[in-house]
């Protein structure tokens, strides 16, 4: 995003990447797994620049 996070903004994009991972890149699972809703998550991904296919392709990269 080219803007520095806060640690706590890192933490919510680090989690928000697991959670990712951890549904095989299904937003909705993933935001049932965060308790957040769908547009939150949405948002979130968008707020911190995160693509869907980066997050499954790094999931393979350390799972695979």
Excluded: C, F
Aim: charged residues 20%; glycine residues 10%; proline residues 3%.
């Amino acid at each position: 995003t080219g803007e520095t996070l806060t640690p706590m903004e890192t933490l919510q994009k680090q989690a928000i990447i697991d959670a990712l991972e951890k549904s095989q890149g299904n937003v909705v699972h993933a935001s049932k797994l965060l308790g957040v809703g769908q547009a939150t998550m949405y948002r979130k991904i968008k707020r911190y620049g995160l693509t869907l296919p980066s997050v499954s392709a790094r999931s393979m990269q350390l799972h695979g």
